[in-house]
């Protein structure tokens, strides 16, 4: 007792915590020796550091069974995908590790062909180049900045020697990225072209790219990834050609005097055609020979009949006919070289009969024409087009513009856009003042963004009201020193607790108002004896007061 004594005379904190009442004594002083042993514990504990990190689960069974072996201390971290070791065995454990093999996982790669076991089958071996092709492949994507890790799956059908039978292969790719990266829509398609250039006969719309969360980065095929990439289209084709409208005429008539919509009508819809066209026959000269066929025959001083004598060999001649007599131009024309007429009627005397024959078949080439018109996807159709240009301003007041320079406006509008009356385009261009009085914004006690900064702001503000509330009335009170003061009994100095304070406060106000009325009444007293002497005594205050104005 009377150590506590001496140490409450030489620390007034021990004092104070001397009245504290017992249960929260003893509650301060476990947290105390809580936060000492946790202090020592912290202090003496080794410095673990990460030995492996990013580990599949075999792998990490492995490293955990070899380490209990080799009586080194580890702990898991990550969800089990880290183990961390002392900082003084980090290199000794993995280079131990790496004697026996560990980890596995970094081996993925074409390295697992150079450890063939002998009398392998034909599939364990497919299995294992597949393995290292995958492997590849992941070490090959994350060499990407924005990819922490890359696993990749590929779907490898068995050869068919049959044509109609062979199953083209496919690929997915899992990515997870570094917190706060993304990847551009050109880096998955180099993703998806480096993973089918590296695997034979897999298109790249075989490959399926996925991150982390669960989202598909390759737009997917069908009709969603189809209404996807045409509303991309229509939306391009729209946005190029308002920013035409606004970046002509802005110049003209100021950036904020002009507003400009553009309505796409697109056509999605996959034409073939092929035609077959016939010509009418060409001119003879024009047209090309396919065959030709030429026989002809001649003759000329044949012998005279022979044979057996008969009824017909022993018949008199005939009598002589007159020649035939032809007008100049059609014996000219007959008298032809072997001509047997020509020559009977000039008189020519021939020894015998003789005869020409000429034959000749041409066939002659079909003019044909073969055309296949495939249309290509995204034909624009139609173009709507709709402007409208702010009045002038001249010193604030606003005029139309003129007829003639709205018409110059709408050729620019028309030459930009690439009008065309035969696709059945319309433009519209009309000058009108700008409504800019009506003030559209929000009030900001309305606004969604400054009412959720309002809420936050009061709900940390009771949160303060409630810590201040709790200082200033459970702990300040604790910590408050008791104060001193001095009784005139024996002029010993007293602690005293607030409830004490208090009623001796409560006593000295009490007693400085009955001495006020003491002093009170033995003033009326002394004004009802001396009247006289209590005026002077006014009258000499009055005068010190005036001398001090």
Known sequence: MKTWTLWAERFPAVSRIAAWPRPVQLGVASIAVTLVVGAFLWAGRPDYRVLFANLEDRDGGAIVTALEQMNVSYRLAGAGQAIMVPADKVHEARLLLAQKGLPRSGETGFGLLDQTRFGASQFSEQVTYQRALEGELAQSVEALHAVQRARVHLALPRESLFVRERQPPTASVLLTLYPGRSLTEAQVSAITWLVSSSVPHLDPQKVSVVDQNG??????????GADGSRRNLVNDIEQRTVQKILALLSPLVGPENVRAQVSADVDFVHREQTSETYRPNQLPGEAAVRSKQT??????????????????TNQPPVNAVAPIQTPPSAASANNAPGNPTALAATGVQQQGSGSTRDDATINYEVDRTISHTKNPLGTLRRLSVAVVVNYRQFDDKAEPLPADELDRLTELVRQAIGYSEERGDTLSVINSAFNEGTDTAVPMWQDPVYLEYGMRLIRYLLIALGLYLVWRAIIKPLLAPPRVVTVAEDDRPVALTDAQERDLAEERLAGELSRYEENLNTARTLAEKD?????MVLRTWMEKSNDNG
């Open 531 to 535: 009247p006289r002497a209590v005026a």
């Open 215 to 224: 989202r598909l980065l390759t737009p997917p095929s069908g009709e969603a």
């Open 295 to 312: 026989s002809a025959s001649a003759q000329t001083n044949t012998q005279p009949p022979q044979g057996v004598p008969g009824a017909l």
